[in-house]
């Protein structure tokens, strides 16, 4: 099994057409390693959502191609590329991570179900029990907190055991307690589990956490820093980057 | 989904009900037959075009020969030939309506009807009538029939309607035979007895049993029931298509409201196909709790709605609703596929809902409308213009109806498909005069329409849908009535005509009275037994009546010989040429071509003399009387509108029966009245008809109306937060909101209207051409305005409601702007 988890090779994504064409990715090349934790920050319109949504198979690049645990993403129909986020990817999102007509415990299930799979109920509870959340197995996404959902959201990504979790602003609507509860839960996720996190984030101290940081800047790579920096340093750089174009 | 819900329901009810009704609406056996276990009926013609096509009768000779050899087979203990004729009782110098049939005393024995008191009719001049009239045995009675009103005894009472006479009085009157009833004896097997029938008659006649002998029943019956059940399947029709009307928007909403939650469902691994089902499955959900809701609820009120049909006139007074499972179990299934019907749409959207949705804050909608939706709205408003032109043109009024309410369903389904694409201009316009309108609500509540199309689109389908139905369904049957009496007046010029008066036809008694083209139709048989339609009429006076009469060959003025008869062209044949016709009394006579005239250009098949019509058919009724001006005959033409009957009968006292007038049954009136009303009965039955269609579409329109902005608002919450936080009062949200649901109805009423009244334009430019005369656009206003009316209160209600509640609970707040 390869270790390279996640590889973008040459990826050029655009929006809109004709004088209205916007570059949001230019060329960008990146590889994401098995059992890593890695942080992917920018200005706004840096391109750091398109990133993750191309390596997601969200959405598709124009050019370049995507390789999610050694399968290309190319030639796949949009149903392959279906089944394989359910299979192999996690999703952390910012809000908006739950339906809100299902239980915890329903949601968590949610993406085996659709594989056609019931997962075991000691699963989902142990699932739920690890992010510290077993109390809450019978409520319904009203009836919990913004960060009690950002954890059964990344409970429902632990279950599957995907190849890698891409989390989208994660902690961007919670206080700094519960923020550093997210965090702390992706990072076990990395250290007691070899899984995979990329995470796009533009606050440095959740960025902190990670084993890399990639810097975005007007759609291509503009600075990668593979050891751990401080809060503070990490915010430097993100001030550096955004003057610099100006 | 409750509105769906609600919908289906309402939907599969009258689904239900309307197919118990069409289910009950069966033929009803004549009651003086009911005890006849076998009826052989005389030949059936063969006229494709009528529903219901007419007997060709026995002859006299025939009849009795069929009867005695009948009466010959084993188990039979006698075979009765069956006489009817018209004939009604003059009571007060007016004709009863309760009974227009007279019967042969030998029907009696059939056993449908007894004796009650008194003695049978023996002799010429004695009756027996039904004991509700209040006649007792021994009283005269005067009775109407085609030769006038004739004085009677009555000798005694049945227990049903219809008059009683000596056979030889039933012969003379109704010389042809249409039925013979078997009398079986005790014991004898009717399985058996049909068999050996069957063999005896061949092709001669047919063998009826059970509840086949309904086909014997009265024509005027089975066109009266025919009619109710054009009515039921189209509000079936109607139902079915509001239905999955309603489900479509309601979905259709849903799945744009769940946008990011379907979007998420895609993040995490739903395939497109996942999600197009479970849409379906939440059809499918809704569908059949709907249908079970629905049959149970249309089973119910089934039986109180036979009533109500009977009362409009739509079914004769013995109709009955009985349970039967088709109909149940058709309701059953038609809710689930009719709820799948109405997902189709929304499940293939929400389908194509890219997993990107979930990322994405406020997914404002820029989507520009598709080619196919384009070609779509563009054929279905075309195929609805062609429908309603095609109402105009169509000589049916029931299927002008049908038509009509095609034509609606194509050009409503046609505008709210165009409808994203129509209502920005729409917006715009609405803007111009109102630009700095409103302050900042009124800025609100038109960008909000502006940016929202579809969203406004699908709020204002319903109104739309119940606006236009009401209009051009209403504003059709008015105009084409319209039309029609516009046409008539044309036809002919000016003065008086004699009409029958409470009764079917004109006796020649009432026709003697006054001097004028007087037309006797009948119907005649060819030898390859078609019915043709045959006007007895005098050379003389012919032409003032029907001046559009285009003779090609021969003269009119040969029908004064016995035996002649004018054809039209189709009948290919020439003057001088033998052709052989079958009379209302059975007989064959080999007529003379007199003369032929141009297709078209008389209102029937061939032309008679009046004699000849007489001779054979004793009980024809003159359908109306064109008086010839400065002939007053008896002062009759002086009545005026007033009943001829009451004034010629004003100084009779009411013992002496015998002195009703000549011209009992008949009255005079001028040519306009009569052009308006000689269709009034029909006219009543059709604007019943459409009617109840409005209501089942307004009242459908208005649950949707309600619905879909009951789901609006729901969605709206967090707009209105913001609007709130921005600093708007309480007031100026429900202002806001009101203003909003507003325009959205008359958005839906402006594009309605719109879609009508072309359609409405387009039918009279071809009624114009049709009746040769300018036709007033009729647009019923009283209707539309209770339609609009109902749309708004209902849609202020339906956005109120919830915002209202919203306002109270503080859910407008975030928790900070609490202190």
Redesign the interface.
């Known amino acids: 099994m390869t270790t390279q988890t996640v590889v973008l090779r040459d990826v050029r994504a655009t929006y809109g057409t004709g004088d209205r064409q916007l570059v949001a990715l230019d060329g960008v090349s990146v590889t994401f390693e098995r059992g890593t934790f890695s942080a992917v920050m920018g200005p706004s319109g840096s391109g750091k959502?398109t990133l993750l949504?191309c390596a997601a198979g969200?959405?598709r690049p124009v050019t370049g191609s995507i390789t999610i645990d050694g399968v290309v993403l190319d030639g796949l129909t949009?149903?392959e590329v279906?089944?394989l986020?359910?299979?192999r990817i996690g999703?952390v999102?910012q809000a908006?991570?739950?339906?809100?007509s299902l239980t915890a415990e329903e949601n968590v299930a949610?993406?085996a179900r659709?594989?056609g799979r019931r997962p075991p109920a000691a699963d989902v509870a142990a699932a739920l029990t690890a992010v510290g959340l077993a109390g809450r197995r019978r409520h319904r996404p009203s009836e919990l907190s913004g960060g009690e959902q950002q954890r059964v959201a990344l409970a429902?990504a632990l279950i599957s055991r995907p190849a890698v979790v891409f989390a989208?602003e994660p902690t961007g609507a919670l206080d700094s307690v519960t923020s550093r509860n997210i965090l702390d839960l992706l990072r076990a996720l990395v250290d007691e589990h070899r899984q995979t996190v990329v995470m796009v984030t533009h606050d440095p101290v959740a960025a902190a956490r990670a084993d890399r940081i990639v810097f975005l800047a007007d759609g291509r790579i503009a600075d990668d820093a593979r050891v751990p920096l401080t809060a503070e340093a990490i915010a430097a750089r993100t001030t550096h980057q955004v003057v610099k174009p100006c | 989904m409750t509105g769906a819900l609600v919908a289906v329901m309402i939907g599969i009810t009258l689904v239900t009900v309307a197919l118990l009704l069409l289910v009950a609406g069966r033929p009803k056996i004549p009651d003086r037959l009911a005890g006849a276990a076998v009826v052989v009926q005389a030949p059936v013609s063969n006229s494709p075009a009528d529903p219901f096509p007419p007997t060709i009768p026995w002859s006299q000779a025939k009849a009795q020969e069929w009867s005695g050899r009948l009466a010959g087979l084993p188990g039979v203990g006698a075979a009765v030939v069956d006489r009817h004729f018209y004939g009604q009782v003059i009571i007060g110098g007016r004709a009863s309506g309760s009974t227009t049939e007279g019967y042969g005393w030998a029907s009696v024995r059939l056993g449908g009807v007894h004796l009650v008191s008194g003695e049978p009719p023996r002799r010429p001049g004695e009756v027996v009538v039904d004991r509700a009239l209040g006649f007792r045995p021994g009283d005269p009675v005067t009775l109407l029939t085609a030769a006038g009103p004739t004085p009677y005894t009555v000798t005694g009472l049945s227990d049903r309607p219809g008059l009683l006479v000596a056979d030889e009085v039933a012969a003379r009157l109704a010389p042809g035979v249409t039925a013979i009833g078997l009398v079986l004896e005790p014991g004898a097997d009717t399985a058996a007895v049909e068999i050996d029938a069957r063999e005896l008659v061949g092709a001669g006649g047919t063998v009826l049993t059970g509840a086949e002998r309904g086909a014997l029943e009265p024509r005027g019956e089975a066109r009266t029931r025919w009619i109710g059940m054009q009515v039921l399947t189209g509000v079936s029709a109607l139902a079915g298509f509001v239905t999955v009307f309603v489900v479509a928007s309601t979905f259709a909403f849903t799945v744009t409201q769940r946008r990011r939650e379907l979007g998420l469902l895609r993040a995490i691994g739903a395939t497109s196909r996942q999600v197009r089902r479970m849409v379906y499955g939440e059809a499918l959900l809704v569908g059949s709790a709907g249908a079970v809701l629905g049959v149970v609820t249309g089973a119910a009120v089934a039986p109180a709605l036979g009533r109500v049909l009977i009362d409009a006139g739509f079914e004769p007074a013995t109709y009955e609703v009985r349970y039967s499972p088709l109909p149940l179990l058709a309701g059953l299934l038609l809710g689930p596929l009719v709820a799948l019907a109405g997902a189709w749409a929304a499940a293939r959207r929400a389908a194509r809902v890219s997993p990107l949705e979930a990322l994405r804050e406020a997914a404002v909608e820029q989507r520009r409308m598709g080619r196919t939706r384009w070609i779509t709205g563009g054929t279905l408003i075309a195929s609805g213009v062609v429908l309603a032109i095609a109402t105009a043109g169509s000589a049916d009024p029931q299927d002008g109806a049908t038509d009509a309410l095609l034509s609606a369903m194509a050009l409503v389904t046609g505008m709210v498909v165009l409808a994203p694409a129509v209502i920005p201009p729409i917006v715009a316009l609405w803007r111009l005069p109102l630009r700095r309108g409103g302050g900042a609500i009124g800025l609100l509540v038109r960008q909000g329409a502006r940016s929202a199309t579809r969203r406004t689109a699908s709020t204002a389908a319903p109104v739309l849908l119940t606006v236009a139905f009401a209009v051009l369904v209403a504003g059709m049957v008015r105009t084409s009535t319209a039309a029609y009496a516009a046409g008539r007046a044309a036809d002919v010029t000016g003065g008086r005509v004699l009409v029958p008066d409470d009764t079917p036809g004109l006796s020649d008694a009432a026709v003697a009275t006054v001097a004028g083209a007087a037309i006797l139709p009948t119907t005649v048989f060819t030898p390859d037994l078609r019915a043709l339609s045959g006007l007895g009429i005098d050379p003389a006076t012919f032409g003032q009546a029907a001046q559009g009469t285009r003779l090609t060959a021969g003269a009119l003025d040969g029908l004064r010989g016995p035996g002649a008869v004018v054809v039209t062209e189709s009948a290919h044949t020439g003057v001088g040429a033998t052709y052989p016709l079958t009379f209302a009394d059975g007989r064959l006579i080999a007529l003379r071509v007199v003369g032929v005239v141009a297709d078209g250009s008389i209102r029937a098949d061939l032309l008679l003399s009046d004699a000849t019509v007489r001779l054979h058919d004793p009980s024809a009724l003159t359908s109306a009387v064109h008086l010839t001006d400065g002939h007053p005959a008896n002062g009759l033409a002086n009545a005026g509108p007033a009943s001829a009957g009451t004034s010629g009968a004003a100084p009779t006292d009411a013992g002496a029966a015998d002195a009703a007038p000549a011209s009992a049954g008949a009255r005079v009136i001028d040519v306009a009245t009569w052009a308006a009303e000689a269709d009034s009965a029909e006219d009543r039955l059709v604007w019943l008809f459409t009617l109840m269609l409005i209501g089942v579409s307004a009242g459908y329109g208005a649950i949707a109306v309600a619905n879909t902005l009951l789901m609006a608002a729901q969605g709206r919450a967090s707009d209105l937060r913001t609007v709130r936080l921005a600093g708007a009062t309480r007031r100026q949200v429900s202002g806001y909101v009101a203003a909003e649901s507003t325009l959205v109805v008359l958005i839906g009423t402006l594009l309605g209207g719109l879609v009508a009244l072309g359609a409405l334009l387009a039918i009279r430019a071809g009624l114009s051409e049709q009746v040769g005369a300018a036709v007033p656009l009729v647009v019923p206003w009283p209707v539309i305005g209770a339609v609009v009316g109902l749309c708004l209160l209902l849609a202020l209600a339906a956005s109120a409601l919830p915002t209202g509640r919203m306002l109270r609970a503080g859910a407008l707040r975030p928790p900070e702007a609490d202190l």
Do not use: I
């Open positions: 959502s949504h969200l959405d949009e149903d279906t089944r986020r359910r299979d999703f999102f908006f991570n739950l339906v809100s949610l993406p659709l594989a429902r989208d």
